[in-house]
């Protein structure tokens, strides 16, 4: 009974220890505390009880959650109905799930600022097209920094745009604490929310909502 108990314990203790050196030499990118609060919007747009950010970051995550496949498809319902889809969807659900509705709101300002619009006049696409979505969020949102190392200005449930790419801010930090980004950009995208801010491309647009 004394033996078993023996090799219980040294059990016990090399799976600990196995868990802390992986942690500590071999885990690559952690959600580490930087001391950086979370980011809370003082604007509950769906009176669901949930602030806005809070809601956008969770809408982005339940949106990837479900794998959705790459590819660039024309829906007559503007927001895919299947499973498919491409990095301007995982912004419009987002959106959605804190009730903002990304198709209605580009068709209007579209119609608001034609001059600064090129290309457009579907209002099942516009919406879907990282150009335009560009101009959208630089007429109605906050803009903020497009600096990566400035880490306390990145928020779980922002917007950032590349050239040719927008996303998510996920509220996860790699150990520079730069977070992390919820995006589709690729068929056979494994993993959605990834260490990709700085080394995606250059960034050209970093918004909050409110």
Avoid at 32 to 54: H, K, R
Avoid at 60 to 87: F, H, I, R
Avoid at 101 to 124: F, H, R, S, T
Wanted: proline share 3%; with cysteine; net charge neutral.
């Amino acid at each position: 009974m004394k033996k078993v108990l023996k090799i219980s314990i040294i059990i016990i203790f090399i799976i600990i220890l196995s868990f802390i050196i992986y942690n500590l030499f071999f885990k690559k990118d952690q959600n580490l505390n930087f001391d950086i609060p979370q980011y809370q919007s003082n604007i509950d747009y769906d009176l669901d009880g949930i602030d806005d950010q809070t809601d956008i970051l969770n809408g982005a995550l339940e949106y990837v959650s479900k794998k959705p496949k790459y590819q660039s498809k024309y829906y007559n319902t503007g927001y895919p109905n299947d499973e498919y889809g491409v990095c301007t969807d995982v912004v419009a659900f987002s959106l959605l799930q804190a009730g903002y509705d990304l198709q209605a709101l580009v068709a209007e300002d579209i119609k608001n600022n034609p001059d600064d619009y090129k290309d457009v006049g579907d209002k099942n696409i516009d919406f879907r097209r990282v150009r335009n979505l560009k101009i959208f969020f630089k007429h109605t949102a906050i803009s903020l920094t497009l600096d990566p190392k400035d880490i306390a200005s990145w928020q779980g449930g922002d917007i950032v745009i590349w050239d040719n790419h927008i996303g998510i801010v996920s509220n996860k930090r790699n150990k520079k604490g730069i977070p992390y980004v919820i995006h589709h950009y690729k068929k056979n995208q494994k993993e959605y929310e990834e260490n990709k801010l700085e080394s995606y491309g250059r960034i050209v647009g970093h918004y909050r909502i409110s």
